[in-house]
């Protein structure tokens, strides 16, 4: 279990029925308010990358943020930075990981799949992620 055996903080794995999701925090990948993964986080996705590469299963990263409003010239809204999140991980995992474009598909979520209530600091703060799911079969990958 790369999570365990590495101590990786902020990211938890869990299984349900779409299949195995890796979720981190937003701290653990990127700054707040911003979309790039920060230089000393990419480990974390080079520990990960060589599992899903054998996984041979659709892979799906989706971006969510909390429900506070975000107006940037970058990011118009919370659309476009959990877009942008999702598409820079998948991006790093095919430029430096050579992963098939064709396993992998990006979604922005913007505030509405919370997984906690967005009324204190730290429900907000669990719902700003990026998953990574390995899907469980090729039906329920298939986009439209």
Excluded: C
Excluded at 37 to 48: A, G, Y
Excluded at 76 to 86: D, F, G, Q, V, Y
Excluded at 109 to 123: G, L
Aim: glycine share 4%; net charge negative; charged share 25%.
């Amino acid at each position: 279990d790369v999570i365990s055996q590495n101590d990786l903080n902020g990211v938890q794995v869990n299984m349900d029925e779409r299949g195995i999701t890796i979720s981190f925090t937003e701290g653990v990948l990127f700054d707040s308010g911003k979309a790039y993964i920060k230089d000393n986080e990419k480990v974390i996705l080079d520990k990960i990358a060589p599992i899903l590469k054998e996984s041979q299963h659709q892979i799906r990263v989706e971006g969510h943020t909390d429900n506070r409003p975000i107006h940037t010239a970058e990011f118009p809204s919370n659309w476009e930075l959990s877009t942008t999140r999702a598409v820079n991980v998948i991006r790093y995992f095919i430029e430096k990981h050579n992963m098939s474009p064709y396993i992998l598909s990006a979604s922005g979520y913007s505030e509405y799949r919370p997984i906690a209530p967005n009324d204190t600091e730290n429900h907000r703060a669990l719902n700003r992620r990026v998953d990574i799911i390995i899907l469980k079969s090729t039906s329920e990958a298939k986009e439209p």
